[in-house]
């Protein structure tokens, strides 16, 4: 079979090039080894934000094309991604008031800022921004990014390049490929399958930690730009604060943490800046980053946090461009594209570094980068296009939630909400003629019912209780161990089934 485009890398980027190519007219096939957003992309901080400390590091144009992504994607997933305020609470020793101001009238009009409100100071005595921290706090500035859920992002972004004619093969890795006159000759390899040949016309390595070893291993084609492998990990403790406001926090090394509110109970806390020298691959938290953030949060809150206090944590290695900068934290997050396409050759373009804020413009440069060889291909049309479930009427994701409920009476009032934001519009496509909670089916648990586990195994490519209880949802941490015994049974009988081994094959 042949392809207009094979796309390595199921990862945000990835599955926004996919779904950039599929509008554009062109045949795509994405293939990613394990499932989608299973490494970078599910370990973010879960922002869509401009960056204000690059600031720092004069990225002055990586900060404005971020800063008008955000909007842009505001727009275009308003259920998944919704506004967020942050409380910067003054630390004298860390960097002067007026260079925070600057910063923050910089952020606030570099990017065209339109729906999210200004920046502003505070005055944390009395205010519940203040109530939960420590006295010698008495001032702070307050301004405003968004929130993403971002495995979430990757799988809309996969599921609206599949309805636009794109390929998708989870659990399939590239064993190898080589060039064969103006194509590429592949061969992938399925988890469950015997391997097979496709070919394409050209290659978008956009494998994450992996794109060197794709580059050099897989496509055997020596050269390109270093990737600097940087682990973040966060852990998420019990609720610190009240409130739906969330706070960066500035520390003695110049560093900053974010504290976030997390799935109503939590608040999530990250990220740290480490060197990773190992191959790509799974990554844990050490218990010198537990200790580091735990630290950042008793700098600022009354309520003191220990490593006991950890309820749940992650950490993912993060493919940067290498810049040489000797500071983890100094190295930038803009993208590099690189194009290797010899005299008459099949094209492969490489991705690296990048920030999950800029993914849809980094698919969009990408997409230019081949226009050469794709002359047919559409024009650019991704900006203001929403992605599945997105049409949400005014952005509002709680009068969404409302009308779900007064579709389906018997819903509580937090299962709607999440619905809304996991969902948005497609929620009704479980849901439908639903008029009791029996009718969803099995029970797991936190609102979880077989009906959605089966739209998530048809539509979504989950397989494994992981992919639904910690990417499709965050679930995981409301559910005792009894429950995700039962949803690995019940996808065990999903799994030999006649339906779901069609849908493998």
């Given at each position: 079979m042949e392809f207009d485009l094979l796309v390595v890398g199921g990862g945000v980027n990835g599955a926004g090039v996919a779904r950039d190519a599929a509008g554009r007219g062109l045949s795509v096939l994405l293939v990613e080894q394990n499932d989608l957003a299973s490494a970078t992309s599910s370990a973010s901080t879960k922002l869509v934000h401009g960056g204000l400390r690059y600031l720092e590091y004069y990225e002055f144009r990586l900060v404005r094309?971020?800063?008008?992504?955000?909007?842009?994607?505001?727009?275009?997933?308003?259920?998944?991604?919704?506004?967020?305020?942050?409380?910067?609470?003054?630390?004298h020793a860390t960097r002067p008031a007026w260079l925070v101001r600057l910063g923050l009238f910089l952020y606030d009009h570099l990017g065209g800022r339109r729906r999210l409100p200004g920046s502003r100071g505070l005055d944390l005595k009395g205010a519940l921004e203040g109530a939960s921290l420590r006295p010698d706090y008495r001032k702070a500035f307050v301004y405003s990014d968004c929130w993403v859920d971002d495995a979430r992002l990757v799988t809309l972004n996969a599921l609206d390049a599949r309805a636009r004619g794109a390929q998708i093969e989870t659990r399939t890795k590239l064993v190898s490929a080589r060039r064969s006159g103006a194509s590429w000759e592949a061969l992938l390899e399925p988890e469950n399958g015997p391997a097979r040949k496709v070919r394409a016309r050209a290659i978008v390595n956009a494998a994450g930690p992996w794109v060197s070893e794709v580059l050099g291993g897989a496509l055997k084609v020596a050269g390109g730009s270093g990737t600097r492998l940087i682990k973040g990990s966060h852990i998420v403790v019990p609720r610190l604060f009240e409130g739906d406001h969330a706070y960066m926090l500035q520390n003695p090394d110049r560093r900053i943490v974010f504290a976030i509110p997390y799935e109503d109970r939590f608040t999530l806390v990250g990220t740290t800046d480490v060197a990773w020298d190992a191959a790509p691959g799974p990554a844990r938290i050490s218990d010198a980053e537990v200790d580091y953030l735990c630290e950042s949060l008793n700098?600022?809150?009354?309520?003191?946090?220990?490593?006991?206090?950890?309820?749940?944590?992650?950490?993912?290695?993060?493919?940067?461009?290498?810049?040489?900068?000797?500071?983890?934290?100094?190295?930038?997050?803009?993208?590099?594209?690189?194009?290797?396409?010899?005299?008459?050759?099949?094209?492969?373009?490489?991705?690296?570094?990048?920030?999950?804020?800029?993914?849809?413009?980094?698919?969009d440069h990408a997409l230019d980068r081949l226009a050469t060889f794709f002359p047919h291909a559409g024009p650019s049309w991704t900006r203001g296009a929403v992605l599945p479930g997105g049409d949400v009427p005014?952005?509002?994701?709680?009068?969404?939630?409302?009308?779900?409920?007064?579709?389906?009476?018997?819903?509580?009032?937090?299962?709607?909400?999440?619905?809304?934001?996991?969902?948005?519009?497609?929620?009704?496509?479980?849901?439908?003629?639903?008029?009791?909670?029996?009718?969803?089916?099995?029970?797991?648990?936190?609102?979880?019912?077989?009906?959605?586990?089966?739209?998530?195994?048809?539509?979504?490519?989950?397989?494994?209780?992981?992919?639904?209880?910690?990417?499709?949802?965050k679930l995981g941490l409301h559910l005792p161990r009894e429950a995700v015994a039962r949803l690995e049974a019940y996808l065990a009988g999903k799994a030999d089934a006649p339906a779901m081994k069609a849908l493998e094959a």
């Open positions: 094309e971020a800063l008008e992504e955000r909007e842009t994607l505001l727009a275009m997933a308003p259920h998944i991604i919704w506004p967020l305020r942050f409380v910067l609470p003054h630390a700098r600022y809150f009354t309520r003191p946090t220990t490593p006991d206090d950890v309820v749940w944590s992650y950490a993912g290695v993060r493919p940067l461009f290498d810049d040489q900068a000797d500071d983890a934290s100094a190295v930038t997050r803009d993208y590099v594209l690189e194009v290797d396409a010899p005299e008459g050759a099949a094209p492969v373009l490489s991705v690296f570094g990048g920030k999950i804020t800029t993914y849809r413009r980094l698919a005014n952005l509002d994701q709680r009068a969404l939630a409302q009308a779900l409920r007064a579709e389906f009476p018997f819903l509580a009032d937090d299962l709607a909400l999440r619905l809304a934001r996991s969902y948005g519009t497609r929620a009704r496509r479980f849901m439908a003629g639903a008029t009791s909670p029996k009718d969803l089916g099995e029970a797991f648990g936190a609102g979880l019912y077989a009906a959605e586990v089966d739209y998530l195994v048809a539509e979504e490519w989950a397989r494994t209780a992981e992919d639904i209880l910690y990417r499709r949802s």
